[in-house]
């Protein structure tokens, strides 16, 4: 995967390393992922969009070979916040003070919170698969719950789902994966990608990160999102989803993000569940490619 590209690990301004990969040449284009994956959801379309970008894939902190913080009672250091300053960091390291940003999932909520944050920073941006945090979390009833109950159980006190998913770390990583996707399997998921995930997935340093980042999500980031109702994204916003997902039966998904953004926002549903770059590369790599080509 990723031929032709390099590995690199770069340290934030707050010490965070985070491990990237770095390919192509052209405008910069930062590409993040979401749980329970790492930067290897991107391994279908980053090679095609470095024909036309240099494009950094990283992990996010608590994710696959980035550095996983201690966490702290506020959950501050797995904050959105946290998470977009360190993109910010990492990307200035590689001598990019202004880019564009995609983020599936986890991602998306981080790439959310960089717009708001660091507006200056970011050219354009699209979201995949997801609506504001905050607003999931006010429109939970019981079909969103049932669906999403992996947001519920995951914000549960240490070490309650730690020690549930570290019994057996790679049948909970499959049995999402499946869960997700359209075909309610895993054979969309490269044979390549799935040993990434796994061999990941398996750390219970990820596992714990990954539980910090949906208790913050609970907490920090809705205090955070609380305090800026009136900040708006500035930059175009694209947003792709999957139609055989939970966003698209629950939300009117365009409507969410333009709620949010003060600039431009598109978008559309692709036919498939909730991993777009995987289950329909081909056409998430031509949307991507037509709004970041601007």
């Known amino acids: ?16 390393e985070i491990f990237l990969r770095r390919g192509g040449s052209g405008p910069p284009l930062l590409l993040l992922h979401g749980y329970p994956q790492t930067h290897a959801i991107w391994h279908r379309i980053a090679p095609a969009l470095a024909r036309r970008f240099t494009v950094v894939c990283a992990d996010l902190r608590g994710y696959g070979d980035s550095a996983k913080p201690a966490s702290d009672p506020a959950h501050a250091a797995y904050s ?17 003070e202004r ?19 660091h507006p200056e920073r970011i050219s354009r941006a699209a979201v995949l698969d997801i609506v504001p945090t905050r607003t999931v979390f006010r429109a939970t009833d019981q079909a969103l719950a049932t669906g999403y109950y992996h947001w519920f159980f995951l914000i549960q006190p240490e070490p309650l789902p730690e020690r549930m998913i570290g019994a057996d770390p790679n049948f909970y990583l499959r049995k999402k994966l499946g869960h997700w996707s359209a075909g309610k399997d895993t054979g969309w998921v490269a044979l ?19 539980c910090e980042d949906y208790r913050a999500a609970a907490t920090i980031d809705l205090a955070h ?33 333009r709620e949010k953004a003060d600039g431009p926002v ?29």
């Open 225 to 257: 999102d609380e305090a800026d109702l009136d900040r708006k994204i500035r930059c175009p916003l694209l947003a792709l989803w999957g139609e055989k997902g939970l966003m698209h039966r629950h939300f009117d998904v365009l409507a969410t993000w």
């Open 99 to 117: 880019f564009a940003v995609a983020g599936h999932d986890r991602g998306g909520r981080v790439t959310h919170r960089m717009c708001l944050d």
């Open 266 to 294: 598109e978008g559309k549903a692709l036919p498939c569940g909730h991993f777009l770059p995987e289950e329909q590369p081909e056409r998430t790599l031509s949307e991507l490619a037509r709004f970041f080509a601007v």
């Open 192 to 210: 390549e990608a799935m040993a990434e995930y796994e061999r990941c997935f398996s750390d219970p340093a990820t596992i714990h990160a990954s």
């Open 1 to 16: 995967m990723f031929e032709g590209f390099t590995e690199r690990r770069v340290a934030a301004a707050n010490g965070t």
């Open 80 to 96: 959105k916040r946290a998470m977009a300053q360190d993109m910010v960091d990492a990307m200035a390291a590689l001598g990019h």
